[in-house]
C-alpha cells in the first residue's frame, strides 16, 4: 500500500512537455534546452502517498523515506524516463502499531523486500497539460504494470536550476502484489483490496 507511486513519478512528461513538445502549450514551455536534462525529486516539498478502504472508513499512509529520478529529452518524449524508489520501513499512517504491522510479513514484509519502486517505460502529453506515464512497479517482490495519470502544474526559474510541479495517481489491488491478508470482522473484510496512490511532486532540475 502505497501519501498524494496516481511513479510516482508522471513528473517526466511534464518536464519534457515543459520545453515546447506540444506548440499549443509553448506559454508554459520556457526556455528550451538541446539535450536531456536530469531532474531530482525535492523530499521536502514532495509526498508519496496512499489510500485504501479500512472497514467503512479509509486510511491514508505514505512513505516518509523516497527519492526519484527523471530524465527528459524535451525534444523526444519518447526517450523521457523515470524512477522512483521508496523504502518500505518508512511507512507511515500515523499509528505505529498498524506501521509496524505494514512493515511485517503479513503485509510489505520490509526486512525482505526493503523497497518499492516504479521504472517507467513510456510517457505522454496530451492537450491541457494532461500527462499519462506507464511503468513497471515492483512491490512485495512482484512487478506489475501500471498506469499513472496526472498534470503539470508548472514550472519556475532559469535554464539549470527550474523547479517542476506535478501531481499524478493510479489505483491498483494489493493482491495483484500477492498481498493478500485479511480478516472478516462483523461479517465484512477488515481490509479493502484497491489502493489508490497519489504522488504530489516538486523537482528540480539539475546542472549540466
Keep these: 500500500m502505497i501519501r498524494r507511486l496516481s511513479i510516482l513519478l508522471a513528473l517526466a512528461p511534464a518536464l519534457a512537455g515543459a520545453q515546447s513538445a506540444l506548440p499549443a502549450q509553448s506559454s ?3 526556455t528550451s534546452v538541446s539535450a536531456p536534462s536530469t531532474w531530482k525529486i525535492d523530499p521536502t516539498h514532495s509526498e508519496l502517498s496512499f489510500t485504501i478502504r479500512h472497514m467503512v472508513s479509509k486510511v491514508r499512509g505514505q512513505f516518509d523515506a523516497w527519492s526519484g529520478t527523471i530524465i527528459a529529452d524535451p525534444a523526444d518524449w519518447n526517450t523521457a524516463s523515470v524512477e522512483v524508489v ?3 520501513s518508512s511507512i507511515d499512517t500515523n499509528n505505529e502499531r498498524r506501521d509496524a504491522d505494514l512493515r511485517s510479513d503479513n503485509h510489505f514484509d520490509a526486512d525482505a523486500n526493503p523497497t518499492v519502486t516504479f521504472r517507467s517505460t513510456k510517457v505522454s502529453r496530451f492537450a491541457g497539460d494532461s500527462v499519462t506515464v506507464a511503468g513497471n512497479l515492483t512491490m512485495h517482490g512482484i512487478t506489475q504494470p501500471v498506469v ?3 498534470h503539470l ?4 526559474g532559469a535554464p539549470g536550476k527550474r523547479r517542476a510541479g506535478f501531481e499524478a495517481e493510479a489505483t491498483i489491488n ?3 502484489f500477492n498481498m493478500t491478508w485479511n480478516r472478516i470482522v462483523e461479517g465484512s473484510s477488515m481490509v479493502g483490496d484497491e489502493v489508490r496512490i497519489e504522488v504530489d511532486i516538486a523537482a528540480v532540475e539539475q546542472p549540466q
Design 148 to 150: 499513472l495519470r496526472g
Design 153 to 156: 502544474n508548472g514550472i519556475t
Design 86 to 88: 521508496a523504502q518500505t
Design 174 to 176: 494489493r493482491k495483484d
Design 28 to 30: 508554459k514551455a520556457g
